[in-house]
């Protein structure tokens, strides 16, 4: 029952650069959250944007939402090393959390 | 606050032998608890909405028989599978809802477990 699309797939950087991925979603939703994961560990929660909102920042992260063509994008600023991880949006569907297949991180110091 | 912890964070069980998964909020009760499974370099597939006190909602394709979820409390959910097999080895993460949050807040994860299936 996944939502959608994460783009890029891996994305590579040097730290200091900035990082975006991009997400799209398939049907209407409630709010739009991302999250972090390393390798085999659990989910951490980063940021939540409502459906009525247009953009959001939270430190280095910013997540802007476009919800006439069913798409986000998280904005990592000035990378750092520590940034290496899975990130991968959530849409919220009524109760549920549906995840788009994630973008791999990988940030080279 | 908002801690959710699962126990095993691993196990390994022999093909035919069924394996229980617990999932508590620690901090805060949760009506609505979230099942999902990930397979190793794939997203997070929700499995099943686990009610307290009702049944549980499980998604298309998911063998209710196979995955058995109880909610007895408004702090545990169990995912027990059943009969497993190798291709039930997975990592495993359940997720809770704060009763008292409002509707669509975020949902706080447990730490997930790694099932291993001889």
């Known amino acids: 029952s996944q939502q959608g699309e994460e783009d890029p797939q891996a994305l590579s950087i040097q730290e200091g650069e900035n990082a975006t991925m991009n997400c799209s979603y398939k049907t209407s939703i409630n709010n739009l959250q991302w999250y972090r994961q390393n390798s085999g560990r659990g989910l951490v929660h980063l940021i939540l944007i409502r459906s009525n909102e247009r953009e959001k920042h939270s430190g280095r992260l910013r997540v802007t939402l476009d919800t006439s063509k069913k798409s986000s994008s998280l904005l990592i600023t000035a990378s750092r090393a520590a940034d290496t991880a899975s990130y991968f949006c959530a849409s919220g569907r009524g109760t549920a959390l549906i995840f788009g297949k994630g973008t791999t991180l990988s940030v080279s110091s | 606050g908002a801690v959710v912890s699962q126990h095993p964070s691993w196990v390994i069980c022999k093909s035919g032998t069924s394996v229980k998964i617990e999932c508590r909020s620690l901090d805060f009760q949760a009506t609505t608890m979230f099942w999902y499974r990930q397979f190793p370099k794939q997203s997070l597939m929700l499995m099943a909405t686990s009610n307290e006190g009702s049944k549980a909602t499980y998604e298309q394709g998911v063998e209710k028989d196979k995955f058995l979820i109880n909610h007895a409390s408004l702090t545990l959910s169990t995912l027990t599978v059943t009969s497993a097999h190798p291709e039930d080895s997975s990592f495993y993460i359940c997720?809770?809802?704060?009763?008292?949050?409002?509707?669509?807040?975020?949902?706080?994860f447990g730490p997930g477990t790694r099932l291993t299936v001889t």
């Open positions: 997720s809770a809802r704060d009763s008292d949050k409002l509707y669509g807040s975020e949902q706080y």
